[in-house]
């Protein structure tokens, strides 16, 4: 039978899958999805865990995406990296625990709530049973806060949940269509009843131990979203300003300060300078008065000030940035607050501005954003004559909450915190020691860690000022004047948890005590986000709802995530890991590089340059993606361009290849026959040695080099080894079934090989020959290929290729078709190459359609071909 009829029959083959006439990529993903649904192919056995112990599992800390919006390009780049290696191990023998979760409360769902329905939270509104709200989605005609309607907490909430449930159900059949072997059946909410008990319960344990408490205290505050911010949550963004050359009046003359925010003047309660500044020696110890307000204020030395920075002496202003904060802390100066959770100046100004005076210019200030009093004030230092020079223009680094889009101020709140190292040396030296136990993939991101650990200016802010989180679960006691006493929190029994303080009643009273004097009252801050999802190892692996299955999980094998949430997921996840059980919670941390635009710009909402994958998934099929995804190493960045997604196109010619490469080979019926020809043995022996080497780079978490070896051989075997033995695999005898044997024996051996890399293709062709799934099956060892390759060397292979590669470019030089016969054909190569070469001289005469084949000995490999006459243009 000729090729061409070979190729176009409809071939079933071993009673297995019934090959397509035209295999393609499109529809794979729909009929994998639901059967590999059905048949549980990715469910973690429970059972078996407990049988066999923690030796014969490997769980991932999978992260939970936010579940707000949509997910970007990045998320389908580390996530597919995270599956191919969840997808080996489980080849690997291994109980893959590989459980997803669902980021759905904080911040950003809370701003797309009000977008997407038209409401806003109001506390003091009481709750409607059949609430309906003013639009939904696609009616939204203004996402103004003035033009939300306002609505109860619990409304609110309610709303919260209702979108987030919906768009979970979208990730999910995103996911699924990716690929991604989580268990669907170990998922969880970071606002599910499971989240809330253990992030309640984990707090109330932090509490007991001392490592949680409540403090009035400086906060970094997001006058936008009205929630104190920590320091993880910070950016840094440049942005214009201006130095204001200001006078300060003392005894021995006038001291001038540089500062870019001359609204703070009436918040001034020292200036200070470096200890070693000669300049200011004589004044410390000295005061001198702020212009304007006329406030006595002292001069102080400090190691924190700069002399090479403006004037070289400060003013520290309660508060202007964190090196304010520091100084007041330091050199325990008083608290003069001037600005309002609203970002406006108070109405009434501090005590130390009292003369009628001073009152009269500060109600100047009053009620006015820090931009309008800035303007103000420097009409009053103009007018004072403490305004030496016109402002200098600058641009500088300002503190912006990551969500935000207005500086940060800070105002004095209570707030509650949780111990992080900042403050405790031994902490802090033992969570360097942790994150030291981790391989970390690549190695060098654990330098940012430290760095982070090391860095730490305060421990972790915990409380927010939101709605839609995990409340704290305390109540405080009402004094006999109704006030809160917070000293004495009242905590939650673990059977009581969860609790909502604003809902639920305290123990020990009854509701109508809630508010009235020698009661109760609720705490109405919610948690940090990253308080919840630092527990991600506890919600997903049953820390208290299922012990033996925590202990079968945990400490997880690993942990991946993005670069850029070390200080925030990993460092917080360490931190907890450490408070509750000691030890770090997993053995591996695989960092993944961020996606950038064509330009090198990190993709992200903000920029506006975020490519959704939807239709990137739909065009070019998710084997496709999932290749560009596995092309990168961890901890690499890596361009996207969605007008010319190079890299993503050649995934999928090889998706299709692989399919059309299995049709060919099962279109060879099955043999007994053993592997006897010297080239089948070479192609096997190099396949041996991409079997060993792709191992090992998966080992390593090297899913790159692994791809890149397979797919390497993989042309290697269709481009030359397939044309090089298809003639004699249609023919009878010994030499035909060793071909078929190797072939088959390759095949089964590439798709396991690439089934981390493309689960569609290779499942696919997998079904065509083989029961069970190719992701179930075990991955390839090397002795498997080398068994059937005997003591053959990979150099019969790779000789061979040459000379074929010689062969076609003679042809293609004389413009004469590759099929075209050849009367003579010298083949020039070392002795040792030579050697190799004759041992597939049957193979090189029918691919090449050769007469005569002779060989020479040479110093490189070399092919001289003379056409047969008949082939001559």
């Known amino acids: ?273 470096h200890p070693s500044d000669e300049r200011y020696k004589p004044l410390f110890g000295k005061t001198v008065r702020t212009p304007v307000f006329g406030v006595e204020v002292p001069v102080l030395a400090h190691h924190l000030a700069e002399p090479d920075k403006g004037t070289g002496i400060a003013m520290v202003c309660t508060f202007g940035d964190i090196t304010d904060v520091t100084w007041w802390r330091e050199l325990d100066l008083p608290t003069r607050p001037i600005i309002g959770f609203d970002g406006r100046i108070l109405a009434e100004p501090p005590a130390a501005i009292a003369s009628e005076e001073a009152k009269d210019a500060y109600a100047a200030l009053a009620g006015k954003t820090v931009f309008s009093a800035k303007q103000a004030m420097v009409e009053l230092l103009k007018a004072s004559g403490d305004l030496l020079e016109d402002p200098k223009p600058i641009t500088h680094p300002v503190k912006f909450y990551e969500k935000g889009d207005r500086p940060l101020e800070i105002v004095s709140t209570r707030q509650w915190y949780v111990t992080n190292g900042a403050r405790d040396e031994k902490l802090a030296d033992r969570l360097v020691e942790l994150g030291q136990g981790i391989d970390w993939h690549p190695d060098f991101m654990r330098v940012r860690f430290e760095n982070w650990v090391g860095g730490l200016s305060g421990d972790w802010l915990v409380s927010r000022q939101r709605f839609f989180g995990v409340p704290i679960p305390v109540w405080y006691p009402l004094d006999a004047d109704g006030e809160p006493v917070y000293d004495s929190p009242i905590a939650p029994t673990r059977d009581q948890l969860p609790v909502d303080p604003t809902i639920d009643t305290a ?197 790159a080099r692994a791809l890149e070896l397979t797919e390497s051989f993989f042309w290697t075997f269709c481009d030359d080894y397939l044309e090089l033995v298809k003639e004699r695999a249609y023919a009878e005898g010994q030499g035909a079934a060793s071909a078929v044997a190797a072939l088959r024996l390759a095949l089964s051996t590439l798709l396991r090989l690439f089934a981390p890399f493309i689960p569609f293709a290779t499942e696919e062709s997998w079904s065509w020959f083989q029961t069970g799934s190719v992701h179930r099956a075990e991955w390839p060892a090397a002795a498997e290929a080398s068994a059937a390759a005997g003591d053959a060397t990979p150099l019969v292979l790779t000789a061979t290729s040459g000379v074929l590669t010689g062969i076609r470019r003679a042809k293609t030089a004389a413009k004469a078709s590759q099929k075209a016969p050849v009367a003579r054909a010298v083949i020039t190569a070392p002795e040792e190459e030579l050697w190799a070469i004759e041992q597939a001289a049957d193979d090189i005469r029918a691919v090449g359609r050769i007469a005569v084949l002779e060989f020479a000995t040479g110093d490189e490999v070399s092919v001289d071909v003379e056409l047969d006459e008949s082939a001559q243009v």
Not at 106 to 112: A, C, D, Q, S, V
Not at 245 to 256: K, R
Request: with cysteine.
């Open 1 to 273: 039978m000729t090729e061409a009829a070979h190729a176009n029959e409809t071939t079933t083959t071993d009673a297995f899958g019934r090959i397509p006439d035209k295999p393609a990529l499109e529809g794979l993903e729909q009929v994998w999805d639901a059967r590999w649904r059905d048949a549980g192919t990715y469910h973690f056995d429970r059972d078996a865990a407990l049988t066999h112990g923690r030796a014969g599992i490997f769980s991932v800390d999978t992260p939970p995406p936010t579940a707000s919006g949509s997910l970007h390009i990045g998320h389908v780049f580390s996530y597919t990296h995270t599956d191919v290696i969840a997808r080996y191990q489980r080849m690997r023998g291994k109980n893959v625990f590989y459980p997803i979760g669902w980021d759905d409360n904080g911040l950003p769902t809370e701003r797309r709530v009000q977008n997407y329905y038209g409401v806003r939270c109001d506390p003091s509104l009481p709750y409607e049973a059949d609430f309906e709200p003013p639009f939904r989605g696609g009616d939204n005609k203004s996402s103004r806060a003035a033009d939300q309607k306002p609505i109860s907490r619990r409304n609110f909430i309610e709303l919260c949940a209702e979108l987030t449930v919906e768009d979970e159900k979208q990730f999910e059949a995103l996911w699924r269509k990716l690929g991604l072997s989580v268990d669907w059946q170990q998922t969880y909410r970071t606002i599910g009843e499971e989240s809330l008990f253990v992030s309640q319960l984990a707090f109330l344990n932090n509490l007991e131990r001392g490592e949680a408490y409540q403090a009035m205290a400086p906060t970094l505050w997001d006058v936008t979203f009205r929630s104190a911010v920590a320091q993880a949550e910070l950016e840094d963004r440049e942005q214009p300003g201006a130095f204001h050359a200001v006078s300060f009046q003392g005894d021995d003359g006038p001291v001038v300060i540089a500062t870019t925010r001359p609204e703070l003047i009436p918040a001034c309660v020292a200036l200070v300078a």
């Open 507 to 703: 123990p020990g009273f009854d509701e109508s005590q809630r508010g009235a004097a020698g009661g109760f009252v609720g705490e109405v801050d919610i948690l940090d986000t990253w308080a919840t999802s630092s527990l991600t190892p506890q919600i997903a692996g049953g820390w208290q709802r299922d012990p033996e299955l925590f202990k079968a999980v945990f400490p997880y094998d690993l942990r991946p995530q993005g670069q850029d949430i070390i200080r925030t997921w990993l460092f917080s996840t360490l931190l907890r890991a450490q408070l509750e059980e000691g030890v770090s919670p997993w053995a591996h941390a695989a960092i993944s590089g961020f996606i950038v635009d064509p330009d090198r710009k990190k993709m992200s909402k903000s920029k506006g340059n975020v490519v959704t994958p939807a239709a990137i998934l739909d065009q070019h099929g998710s084997d496709a993606v999932r290749y560009w995804a596995a092309s990168s190493r961890l901890g690499t960045d890596a361009a996207f361009d969605p007008q010319n997604p190079t890299q993503i196109k050649i995934g999928r010619r090889l998706a299709i290849k692989v399919l059309n490469a299995a049709k060919f080979i099962l279109s060879f019926p099955a043999t007994d026959g053993a592997v006897t020809e010297a080239l089948d043995k070479g192609m096997l022996a190099q396949l041996a040695t991409v079997v060993e080497n792709a191992t090992a780079a998966l080992d390593s978490y090297d899913h």
